[in-house]
């Protein structure tokens, strides 16, 4: 009787026995590394398209500095003309004076910029050189500064009104120094600067290549929102290595399945131990990253190791680089408090020259009024460069403390001046420091010119975590109300409590102004 023969039914199994061990394990392999594969395309696809982004910001970032360097000089030229227009006396100031006067006003800014003085009917007092005679133009009511483009001759004109009225000051910020101001200070491949106001427009830098069809634009406000800075930049496409690094997975998974079950055993799995234990031997502080040795012949697997330790050696350098940029940011935030420092010395210096030289009382006065505010302004600017760097805002009262000092020592000669301290030490940031000095300075004038013994308190307490009160207190402003210049001296102090962000609370006698400000 012969033997029976076994018989297989027809199936999927039967189907995958009949297949070499290669081919099976390329199959097993393909199947359950595709989601691995899967998934590190979509995570190489989505580092990619951050990295991209990334760049995005980045030139964005860099046209907002442009915008803020344009912002500054325009700010300083603003402050170079309310200085000239009331430095300078329309009755009694010669060109000559005048003319020096814009000199070092000029000398002082950081880019060119043509300055002229007028008298209030029009009429030219001084100018700098190559200043056109025949510019003026009108600024709208109630406003001391305005500032306009000029699209013809691609320049930016300001306007600044002096106080009282009797004078006004023009400056021009000619083409060369907007596209110079405006130029990034990093590399762009491909970027468009244009200044707008109104219908009134310019274009300060083109296209550097053919115009991208479908750009990225940033918008930014110039001198309090007169005027628009337009920037539009290149996007940047997908680079070559990022294009390998969203391709790679694929390759791998590729390779992975076709080397079979040699590639699972002996150039897969040995190889990626040792890897594996070489990434969890690895540490960051002890020394760059050692690809292990193997005798494989995968070259994916060393190929892994490298690209690792191509990303170990990148984040060593970028953290150098950051560490080395974060240095010298420091640095020059440094040397920019040094510079307004010297700066704010040689304003006082010229207020003290001119004083020296009033022809009469009136001049030295508001001299004198002036260089207090300066000096304000200078010991905030020395306090901020001693607390730079500090995390908690600025220690507020040794600003106090030295400020009150300069006033006792530059008030008048004919009034008597005495000034006790009561503060808590706080500390605040550096927009507050500011206009709590100013503030202080504009009510200790005021008493100045209300008595000829002024007896002042000053006193800052904390309320809570977030608030502190700060009171000044004196008889001698009892009488500020009947003094002439005392509308001017209230538009300013409710000016700087607005900025404070708090109301000025008065007992009936008004001889006590107290304010809350923020805390850190």
Known sequence: MAPLAMKERPGPISFLSRLSTGIKTFILLAVALFPLGLIALFASWDASSNARGERIDEARLI????ARRMTETIERSTLSLRVA??????????????????????????????????RRNGELICA?????AALRFDA????????QLDSETGTIRIRVNSEDGRTFGLAILPRSTVAERTRPIEQIENYLFTLRQGDTSFLVHPWSSDAPSNPVRST????????????AFEVVPLRTSEWVAIILPLLMWAAGALLGWFAVNRLVLRPLARLQGAVSRFNHDEGDFIVPATRSPAAEIRELGTAFHAVVSDLKANETAMANALGEQARLTREVHHRVKNNLQIVASLLNLHA????????ATAYASIKRRVDALAIVQRNLLGDHGAADGTSLRPIVSELVSTLQQGGPEHVRVSISLDIVDVRVAQEIAVAVCFYLTELVELSFFCAEAVD?????????????????????LKAAPDIPAYPRYRRVIEGLARQLRAPVEQNSAETRYEIKIPIL
């Not at 006193?459 to 004196?474: G, H, N, R, V």
């Open 85 to 118: 227009s009331t430095a300078v006396d329309p009755d009694a100031a010669s060109p000559g004076e005048c003319r020096e006067l814009l000199a070092t006003l000029s000398n002082i800014e950081q880019a060119e910029v043509r300055l002229a003085i007028f």
């Open 128 to 132: 700098s050189n190559n200043f056109p």
């Open 63 to 66: 046209t907002e500095l442009a």
């Open 456 to 476: 002042l308190s000053i006193k800052l307490e904390p309320i809570d975590e977030e608030c502190a009160s700060l009171t000044l207190e004196s008889e001698a």
């Open 356 to 363: 020296r030289s009033a022809v009469n009382a009136d001049t």
């Open 220 to 231: 930014q406000q110039l001198a309090d929102g007169q005027i628009e800075f337009d920037a």
């Open 140 to 147: 709208p009511p109630g406003r001391l500064a305005v500032t």
